[in-house]
């Protein structure tokens, strides 16, 4: 008997996290609290990876309730596509699959990537991504980003073409500001919208969460760990390199100043103290405070987290579950206000990693 209620007790230990679900907006679907996000495993902007490893974690965030999967032919140029295609093989059905348009190369010599969400542009990216990921159907496409040479109404009547054929459930768009969102919404009902939301960036609240929680639209957030920041992995002296391989080593977060100089020492101190004022006492990392915390908001649907091994799938997961009090999130509040390089501007016709946005002390 003893050794029975012993080994129960070790079993409820070892309990793996319970994900947790929410209602994808009006589409009907039903997507998990976290959602996988590619952008890591595309190889070319948060250094390296082996692909078998990242195939693993996304089997490995399957396992643990997972069912929503963010990619983009931007991504590693088609590679984090790719990528997705081996890994859901055999499991494309278990998943809500995500992937985006409007994003090309630019031609050779010239600056880029260049953004055309033009309908011959979006007809073009659908077929491509569905080669790449080796279906027939994606479950969602967003526009990446915003391009300011098209009106929005021929991207819109383009995604619906896209639905109408089949080669997509649902379409919505990415880093769109709410002007943005209502034009679109004159042409054709957005089903989705993905933007960055962390506890460094809480422009959304005021830019597109409001029109989303009105219009039934659910809400994609990327960047749920600021960008590798709210892991408590990085100290004052990290360095990331040359923006080549890793594009924090410019020091800007979509038009944040974040990870420069001084401000980058600053937030990590933030981070220290959210460990050890909010994470300790809990017994938890600091990273599921940090995806507790943008899962409190109701507008989210899902919280976006990269991951590029098992261990830092599992490392993530218990977040889902975890609920932070009142309390909680007043001193998180507080102590955010140390925070250093959060800007006010959401300007997303600006490329996404210059340093655009005066400084402005965190609020």
Same mark, same amino acid.
């Given at each position: 008997?003893? !050794?029975?209620?012993?080994? =129960? ?19 009907? +679907?039903?997507?998990?609290?976290? *959602? ?19 195939? #693993?974690?996304?089997? /490995?965030? %399957? ?12 991504? *590693? ?10 890994? @859901?093989? #055999?499991? /494309? ?6 992937? #985006? ?39 969602? @496409? +967003? ?8 009106? $929005? ?5 383009? =995604? ?9 459930? $649902?379409?919505?768009?990415?880093? $769109?500001?709410?002007?943005?969102? !209502?034009?679109? =919404?004159?042409?054709? /009902? ?27 639209? *659910?809400?994609?957030?990327? *960047? ?5 920041? %709210? ?10 390199? &040359? ?15 974040? $990870?420069?100089?001084?401000?980058? #020492? ?13 994470? &300790? ?18 507008? @989210?649907?899902?919280? %976006? ?14 977040? !889902?579950?975890?609920? %932070?009090? !009142? ?21 997303? @016709? ?14």
């Amino acid at each position: 008997m003893f !050794a029975s209620t012993v080994a =129960l007790c070790l079993n409820e230990r070892r309990k793996e996290p319970t994900m947790r679900y929410r209602p994808f907006g009006r589409t009907g +679907l039903s997507v998990s609290a976290l *959602g996988f996000g590619c952008w890591p495993m595309a190889g070319d902007r948060y250094g390296a990876v082996e692909d078998h490893e990242a195939i #693993k974690a996304i089997h /490995r965030a %399957l396992d643990l309730g997972v069912n929503c999967v963010d990619t983009a032919p931007a991504y *590693g140029g088609g590679h984090s596509e790719e990528v997705v295609a081996q890994a @859901l093989e #055999k499991r /494309r059905r278990d998943v809500i699959l995500v992937t #985006k348009c409007g994003v090309r190369p630019p031609p050779p010599g010239q600056l880029g990537p260049l953004r055309d969400a033009s309908r011959a542009n979006i007809l073009r990216e659908i077929d491509a991504s569905l080669k790449r990921l080796r279906t027939d159907w994606v479950d969602v @496409l +967003l526009i990446h980003w915003p391009d300011a040479s098209t009106p $929005f109404d021929e991207s819109m009547r383009a =995604l619906e073409e896209v639905v109408t054929s089949g080669r997509a459930r $649902f379409v919505g768009v990415s880093n $769109f500001t709410g002007a943005m969102i !209502a034009d679109c =919404l004159r042409t054709r /009902r957005v089903d989705v919208s993905q933007v960055g939301y962390h506890m460094f960036d809480r422009r959304q609240e005021r830019e597109t969460f409001p029109p989303c929680l009105e219009h039934g639209i *659910g809400v994609m957030g990327y *960047g749920s760990l600021g960008h590798g920041l %709210l892991t408590g992995a990085f100290t004052p002296s990290t360095s990331f390199g &040359e923006v080549a391989r890793d594009w924090r080593g410019g020091g800007v977060a979509f038009g944040q100043p974040i $990870f420069r100089g001084d401000n980058f #020492k600053r937030n990590v101190g933030v981070v220290e103290r959210i460990r050890k004022e909010i994470a &300790e006492p809990r017994g938890v990392a600091v990273s599921q405070i940090a995806l507790a915390w943008v899962l409190g908001h109701p507008a @989210l649907s899902t919280a %976006l987290v990269g991951a590029r091994t098992p261990a830092e799938v599992d490392a993530n997961n218990a977040g !889902a579950e975890l609920e %932070l009090s !009142a309390d909680e999130r007043a001193r998180i509040d507080a102590i955010l206000e140390g925070a250093a390089g959060r800007v006010r501007e959401f300007t997303p @016709l600006r490329p996404a990693m210059e340093p655009w946005g005066a400084e402005i002390p965190a609020r």
